[in-house]
């Protein structure tokens, strides 16, 4: 992903001015980074779930470079609200609102 990982200064009328309410706004971004989190958090899940061994001992658990590759991998990827941001400033996610017939650009609500 090209998505710069650190903290950006955002132009809140550029974000309000998607939806004409910087709250509707902010609520499209948050709901679209809820199912980026748990996306990621599913498939890092699966990944890690074929390294997981059955045994409770401490003694027999050993240190997998597989497992911690995959680890660092997720850590290093941008938090799922900058994700979230890129995509609604660049139009990319679908939303409509309750109140009004026409779909616009942005997730459901």
Do not use: H, W
């Amino acid at each position: 992903m090209a998505i710069n990982p650190s903290i950006i200064t955002r132009d809140t009328d550029k974000l309000a001015a998607k939806t004409n309410n910087i709250y509707k706004s902010v609520y499209v971004c948050s709901q679209r980074a809820k199912q980026i989190a748990v996306t990621t958090k599913d498939e890092l899940t699966g990944k890690l779930a074929e390294f997981a061994s059955n045994v409770d001992n401490l003694e027999e658990i050993f240190e997998n470079r597989e497992q911690i590759e995959i680890s660092k991998f997720y850590e290093r990827q941008p938090k799922p609200t900058s994700v979230a941001l890129d995509e609604f400033m660049n139009d990319e996610v679908l939303f409509r609102d309750k109140n009004e017939s026409s779909a616009n650009t942005g997730i459901s609500e």
